[in-house]
């Protein structure tokens, strides 16, 4: 059972566009939320990531929104570029343990020229 | 800024193989992940050591196993090989549990 969903699978955005994409969790006790940006072949790279002691983080073009109560969070890319085309994953890691994460399915994100 | 280093970047190996994978993390992080990423999936947890210590278990078959060592990198030893361990094997390194991690360039293995 996947416990973080991600939404949606693939994005085309025109470039200046904002890019949204959603993920919602079950697990209550999560308590760290990142977004990854992965090119093919490539790790992994932090882009941003939140607490649910705040309800947004803004990181140059990109914020997260947080909304507790309902278990959910987005990334919003602002004036969205070429080379923002990337695979984007959300994740989560619960507090009480060892820090591991758990990610979402992935969302492939092309911005057109 | 130094970042997660990763060997072989590329490794190819047949059915029953052994192979092994390097991880060495950013200076000052002592704690080390393991993620297996299939084609076109998300990765998954495989293992985790806080200070020299296993501190989190995944879905990790028993032919792997991993350590990680007195200078604080990990190895990842994968043995009786299978065609469905090929995949992309990443390492992440923390400032301790509980913080920010941050990927390496990751290890292609390929089993023929």
């Known amino acids: 059972q996947q416990q973080v969903k991600q939404s949606p699978q693939s994005l085309i955005v025109q470039k200046g566009g904002i890019s949204i994409i959603n993920c919602a969790y079950e697990n209550t006790a999560f308590d760290y939320f990142p977004w990854y940006q992965q090119f093919p072949g490539k790790g992994p790279a932090l882009l941003i990531a939140i607490r649910p002691d705040v309800s947004e983080k803004k990181e140059g073009r990109f914020t997260i929104s947080f909304n507790k109560s309902a278990k959910q969070f987005s990334l919003h890319i602002m004036d969205s570029q070429p080379g923002d085309s990337a695979t984007y994953f959300c994740?989560?890691?619960?507090?009480?343990?060892?820090?591991?994460?758990?990610f979402g399915q992935g969302t492939t994100l092309q911005v057109k020229p | 800024a130094a970042g997660v280093i990763q060997s072989p970047r590329h490794l190819i190996k047949e059915k029953r193989e052994t192979a092994t994978l390097k991880c060495y993390p950013i200076?000052?992080?002592?704690?080390v992940y393991w993620y297996q990423q299939g084609p076109g999936q998300d990765p998954q947890f495989l293992i985790s050591f806080y200070e020299k210590m296993q501190s989190d278990k995944g879905s990790i078959p028993d032919r792997f196993s991993a350590q990680q060592f007195s200078d604080y990198h990990s190895e990842l030893n994968m043995s009786s090989l299978e065609l469905g361990d090929s995949a992309l094997y990443f390492c992440?390194?923390?400032?301790?549990?509980?913080?920010?991690?941050?990927f390496g360039p990751g290890t292609r293995l390929t089993v023929t």
């Open positions: 994740a989560a890691s619960n507090g009480s343990n060892t820090g591991k994460l758990i």
């Open positions: 992440a390194s923390s400032l301790t549990t509980r913080t920010e991690q941050y």
């Open positions: 200076p000052r992080h002592d704690t």
